[in-house]
């Protein structure tokens, strides 16, 4: 099994930036992916970024392109997001997932078994 722990969550105004971190632990020399989710109050988990743990494939959703970056330490088995020019609109619960499989698409949370306790970020207008 794999454990991962979020952190770097907090409260920032709109424009500014703030960098998430997400170390796993575990069983990590299977991990072949890990991404990060996000949720708002009432509404659906929606898919943010993901990075292939070997290679250079990332993925992002459209919302963030440009503004969010996704990178990964293999020696410190830890993936970060850093997030610029936050809007209010990126308000939610973000939360670190990881995949021990070969393939998926990257973006959907159904592919990723492991999943941290999430962390809130709070972008004020």
């Known amino acids: 099994q794999v454990q991962l722990v979020e952190s770097g969550g907090g409260l920032v105004q709109a424009g500014g930036s703030l960098s998430l971190s997400c170390a796993a632990s575990?069983?990590?020399?299977?991990?072949?992916?890990m991404g990060w989710f996000r949720q708002a109050p009432g509404k659906e988990r929606e898919f943010v970024a993901a990075i292939n743990w070997s290679g250079s494939v990332t993925y992002y959703t459209d919302s963030v392109k440009g503004r969010f970056t996704i990178s990964r330490d293999n020696a410190k088995n830890t993936v970060y997001l850093q997030m610029n020019s936050l809007k209010a609109e990126d308000t939610a619960v973000y939360s670190c997932a990881a995949r021990t499989y070969y393939g998926g698409s990257g973006a959907s949370h159904h592919e990723y078994p492991y999943w941290g306790q999430g962390t809130q970020v709070t972008v004020s207008s």
């Open positions: 575990g069983r990590t020399v299977s991990i072949y992916r």
